[in-house]
């Protein structure tokens, strides 16, 4: 299995060169030549524990490591550092599945591709055999830089910047990353939005300039976030891991269909579950759930995507994004796999921030339908599911369970239901008890946001009978051991001070 750029046709590269560069040097994203079917069958995956449903599906899409070194990888990612032998728990709440992504060491879905990504760099490292010192740059919304600092923290031949929305995070996430240990990482608040932060990353891979200074220095940029094609392989896994377990439970029948619902940002989750149906896991509808920046939802209803909007900051801050970078791969496919037309809408989307697709590609997207939730929408939804049935969703899975329930009661539609469950409650624990305690609101009283957020998961524990996760715990006590911030247009000079370049 090769992989090429969705902008060019150059010579397509085996997946480790594909990790190690992250992104195309024409801009474009690494895509694999074909999509593998699944390796055997839904009754025989039904057999398989997780880290052996990984390997099967993992296996086709990397073939340039041997099925040693992927074990190896595997083994050191999906280990005792989630809460559950399980991995990924499946929750049956009223008539939907929902699939826990949270149970790794940051509580939140990102740790199901960067605990692993790590691992297949270093292996990949290995192979190219340039000695090079590897350098993740990240642009985060908040969860993908913890889960990534996590990852690579105190791993050999790498460092790690992280760039995140100084104000467009919550305070736990915040803190999460600037307590964070490990000499090879550094935490940087940027004065901006997401998107701000996610340009500047990409403009900093584009930077020939600043990639001969790298070079120079023995140093090479890589990418953890959701464009590097490492990240994306291992979230298939979950998706065939989740039907299979169905399959095993009797929930469906052999053959059965299901409908994923996902809550979505820069499409990475997504486009994992419409791989898997590719693959031909029997998926009947994907659910593209969006928060109040429904640009996608938008994309779907019209096959317009337009850019040019307010940015809105919700209390769903991983969704908070206006361009759902992975798209363009969907779009490459919808194209008929032609890099020239992508690079054109690419191309359109950069400069006047918006293209449209004709119809004959927007026939290609039947599987998709768009949904979007309020935030009041998605918290109502938080309230009513957990007085009804007591369990007690975060502000992103919300999204989702509430795009659902519009979507049965608008189509009638009775197929089994996947919703992607991405982060721990706790995670955004103030939102949680707005939705389900509004009077709460009253103790917070000139307590300090953090202070207040440490208060909100204890009571959060109370009400649900559930614990706080350790992840949290340790947080209380951790020093801060990042102090670093810029401005938007600053973001190039600050990688070279760190970098000393
Ligand atoms: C990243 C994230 C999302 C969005 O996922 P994408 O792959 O970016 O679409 C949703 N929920 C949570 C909690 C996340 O961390």
Redesign the pocket.
């Known amino acids: 299995m090769r992989y090429k750029s969705t902008r060019s046709d150059r010579q397509a590269i085996p997946a480790s060169q594909a990790i190690l560069e992250g992104i195309a040097p024409d801009g474009g994203l690494f895509v694999p030549e074909s999509i593998p079917p699944l390796p055997c069958s839904p009754e025989e995956l039904a057999a398989m524990d997780y880290r052996q449903t990984a390997l099967a599906i993992m296996q086709p899409y990397l073939t340039d490591f041997t099925k040693e070194e992927l074990e190896a990888c595997i083994e050191g990612a999906y280990d005792a550092k989630f809460d559950t032998e399980e991995i990924v728990p499946l929750a049956k709440v009223e008539d939907a599945y929902y699939l826990e992504l949270f149970h790794g060491p940051t509580i939140?879905?990102?740790d199901m591709a960067l605990s692993i990504l790590p691992h297949l760099m270093t292996a990949a490292m290995k192979k190219s055999g340039t000695g090079k010192e590897t350098v993740i740059l990240t642009a985060t919304s908040g969860?993908?830089g913890k889960a990534a600092l996590e990852g690579f923290a105190g791993v050999p031949g790498t460092r790690i910047i992280v760039f995140y929305p100084k104000d467009g995070v919550s305070a736990i996430q915040r803190q999460q990353m600037v307590t964070q240990q490990g000499d090879n990482t550094w935490v940087v608040g940027v004065d901006g939005n997401f998107d701000d932060c996610q340009s500047g990353v990409k403009a900093n891979f584009a930077d020939r300039e600043l990639g001969q200074k790298m070079e120079g220095a023995g140093l090479s940029f890589s990418s953890a976030n959701?464009i590097n094609i490492g990240r994306l392989v291992p979230q298939i896994v979950y998706y065939v891991y989740a039907y299979a377990r169905l399959l095993r439970e009797g929930e469906i029948e052999k053959g059965e269909a299901v409908n994923i619902v996902v809550?979505?940002?820069?499409?990475?989750?997504?486009l994992a579950a419409y791989y898997a149906s590719r693959m031909g896991l029997p998926v009947h509808r994907l659910l593209c759930a969006s928060n109040e920046n429904k640009v996608l939802y938008d994309f779907f209803a019209t096959g317009a995507y337009d850019r040019r909007r307010p940015f809105i900051l919700t209390d769903s801050p991983?969704?908070d994004i206006l361009v759902s970078s992975n798209l363009e791969r969907l779009i490459y496919e919808l194209t008929g796999c032609d890099p020239d037309q992508t690079s054109l809408f690419m191309q359109e989307l950069g400069r006047d921030g918006n293209y449209r697709i004709d119809d004959a590609m927007r026939k290609k997207l039947e599987i998709f339908r768009g949904g979007f939730a309020s935030q009041q929408e998605s918290r109502q939804e938080i309230e009513r599911v957990f007085q009804d049935c007591g369990y007690v969703m975060?502000t992103?899975t919300a999204v989702a369970s509430a795009v659902y329930r519009a979507y049965r009661l608008e189509t009638g539609d009775r197929t089994k239901t996947l919703i992607a469950s991405?982060?721990s409650p706790y995670k955004f624990a103030p939102s949680i008890l707005q939705a389900i305690e509004p009077g709460w609101e009253r103790e917070k009283d000139g307590m300090e946001e953090l202070a207040w957020a440490f208060a909100c998961t204890e009571e959060l524990s109370r009400l649900s009978g559930t614990e706080i996760p350790e992840a949290v715990r340790k947080l209380k006590t951790a020093p801060v051991r990042h102090k670093l911030f810029c401005e938007t247009g600053e973001m190039r000079q600050t990688v070279e001070e760190i970098l000393k370049l």
């Open positions: 939140a879905f990102k969860d993908t959701s809550p979505t940002g820069n499409f990475g989750n997504i991983s969704m975060d992103h991405t982060a």
